[in-house]
């Protein structure tokens, strides 16, 4: 065997295409012969260092960049007669994230108000070992010591125990769900709290469907009784809730803005009505997180938790349609003012500003 | 990898998996464009070129292929035909390589290279054994996949990886050598 030969075993061999006789044929040739040794050596290195070359990324989405030009060429393609629909397929995918945060809002929503109701409703049957929780404990003593029969207290309790959730965030849930067993012991009401509360961001078929029913009765009838995974317990209590005939759910001004057909869900913030469970948008990536405080929309970098951005407060208007685009670091939204006018605004993790948003119907009407 | 049936979706003409599928494999393309380029800017523009280009062409591809393949030779052709617009091709054999290393090169004899002295060496390369290289070391190809990226003879592929590796072994070689001379 020459040594131009044992150069191609060389070359294959960096390519794992040697079988057993060839890989020992090579090596026996290279035992003798140093000149091949050494160019082993090297195209070894050389190999390793090819394969160890820096995967690249470019610094901005690519896709992002020409989603212009793609709008362009589907316009070219379905003009004339399809122009009015062009926009539709542009947002699709964002509209259907959108839904999806919708039903994640409803169900958080319900969750909410059906454990304020409970709270209010059945102050007798909090948890005995509520001081695992703090802000539940709170909750549950002030509901308490008002009286639930009265509407308007019993709705700031509502709007109390809603906050206390929004504010104490995640690791309630750890705690709910931690001392559930022990709840459950004889208390079948509070039992189904936690086994609803562990689970906030899944779907809820039962309260999915944007239609015009109301949440508050979704909540009763059909969302929690159909809610799977739950077992026997929430179903009893809530047709406990529903037939106890207790404080008025109507007659609660905190409670009223969950009424709202779940198609059109916002976060009306001023009227004092606090989302119950996460009102956080965590984006895809997990470098942020939004959240809604104080009618203002606020991004946190989750790596150091500072605040990147506020946006400026608008009395009388609410914050909705948050959802963030993959990995691109956009948060959509919609500000919907007192009257009813709605804008669609992004915000840009590259720039961190506040704008309108780019496929908006606004900005389309450009030719 | 891409899913098949996101791949359908696409062809079935659901604007949102095209996009979705553009997305997945924009980090691919763009790698692939960077080595073959050496810059950020060309790979940047022949990536989007490359981008816009399977969106439109996304229905001539068909399955018997591999669809990172066909990816592969869209960008490649992208990239080669910039290239041939842009510079002047240099054939490795007449060109006397001179590297210009720096002053304190130690005397290292198997030293790893730098991925820029890499890039460098890479950016000498006749085309076809550039493009080779990057599809056997950014994309991890066999030799049958980039074959059929380049829609070359599987030998051809061989000889054009093999004799990459030797230029570029040469070249780096060199590069280490004048840095001991320097």
Redesign the interface.
Known sequence: MNCEEV??LM??S??G?LDKAETSRMKEHIQTCPDCAA?F???T???????????????F???D???P??EM??LAANAPQEAIRLEQ??Q??SRSARKSVYRRLAGAIAAGVAAGLLIVSWPSLRPPQSDQNNSFNAASVSSSGSNAASSSPSASVTDQTARQFSVSGEDQYGDLEGASPKMEAGQPAASSEPSFFSEPNEPEPGISEPDSTPLQESADTRGFAEEPNEGNAPMTSFGAVDSGGTPAPEDEPGVEPSEEPAATLQVPMSSGFAIAPPVVWASPDGKYEAVIEENRLKVYQLADGSLLFESEEHPDSTIGDIVWD??TGVLHYTRTDASGEAVRLEWTAASSQEQPEADSPESEDRP | MVKPDLIQAAQAGDRDALVELLREIEQQVYRTAYYLLNNEQDALDASQEALIRIYTKINTYEEKALFKTWVQRIVTNICIDKFRRNRPSVSIEEHEFVFHAGDNVEAEVLAAYDAEEIRDAIDKLPEHHRTVVVLRYLQDFSYNEIADSLNLPLNTVKSYLFRARQQLQSLLHDFQKGGVRG
């Open positions: 150069m191609e070359q294959r960096l390519d295409d160019m050596e090297r195209l290195l050389l190999s390793d260092n090819l394969a160890q070359l820096p995967r690249v990324v470019p610094s989405s690519i896709v960049s020409i989603l030009q793609l060429i589907e397929p542009a699709r995918t993959d990995d």
